[in-house]
């Protein structure tokens, strides 16, 4: 059966199991009084769970800046698990209402599956760790190696394609969470393993030793990461993707999580006062209050703050910047104007 078909029939069983008056996506969420957010089964430093049990994350921020947003309650957030195998039929089903999990925006995920994707968070792009033991220095040393990759993901066609393309062959290692990536790497049931580069950086974090094992320089792919939302409610997905727009132009205007309380109150500078509420009717625009993006903005800082606090180099992720800089400085990192 064609993906958009099944997918499609799951969505408009959930539509009519609402009845013929179906409430917005919006509605659903503020009646239900949480926000079902769909994350990882767990990646240090972009999500999950602390020792209290308490997501944390990257990824959680975002999900934590929308409740804050709809429901002025950053943890009012039920954090669902899902694998790179269920997380899109748990977002078409109605499980979650939103998908904030390193999940690579595509052609055919936009298209076929019928996601709508919010915007891009990270820019990422696939890449290669070994033990340092292997004497591996380069991808292009890899032929006849064993593989070790999560299924029902986009790192499946490109280690295919990388492989082909450069006349090289690999036993693939198939494998479902990123906790039993790590458990089969760290047994040698894998020469490799391969997903996006920041996710291999927050999985070497967590070793015992991280400095035996190498990521490898070479980028085989471009994995823009986002949120996603289902298809059929533009008030929601507009509602996502301007939090997300409102945490990246929020760092680039000197918005932080220390200074907004002063600067709601209006400032110089009318983007600022756009975006925070004193001016203009941006918020009713989505059916939202005046102070929406105040609210997600001081639940965990701007983008800035997310990104030094979770991921960033004085974390044991350890990631500098990059394309994920502010267009200002080098980066891909550029909010649509608020007006």
Partial sequence: MKKSVFYGTIAASALLAGGASAQSMLETIQDRGELACGVSTGLAGFSAP????????FDVAVCRAVAAAVLNDPMAVNFVSTTGQTRFSALASGEVDMLARNTTWTFSRDVDLGNTFAGVNYYD?????VNRELGVSSAMELD?????IQTGTTTELNLADFFRVNGMSYEPVPIETNAEAQQQYLAGACDVYTTDASGLAATRASFPEPGNHAILPEIISKEPLGPAVRQGDEQWADIVRWVLNALIAAEELGVTSANIEELKAGTD??????MLGSEGELGAMLGLDAEWAVR???????????????IGEQ?????ARGLNAQWTQGGLLYAPPFR
């Fill in 296 to 310: 997600a903005i001081a639940a965990g800082g701007n983008y800035g703050e997310i990104f030094a606090s979770t």
């Fill in 50 to 57: 602390d020792a209290n049990g308490v997501w944390q994350g």
């Fill in 269 to 274: 500078n009318p983007e600022i006062n756009r």
């Fill in 125 to 129: 792009g696939q890449g290669f760790m």
């Fill in 144 to 148: 006849g190696a064993t593989v070790c």
């Fill in 315 to 319: 974390t044991p992720i350890g990631l």
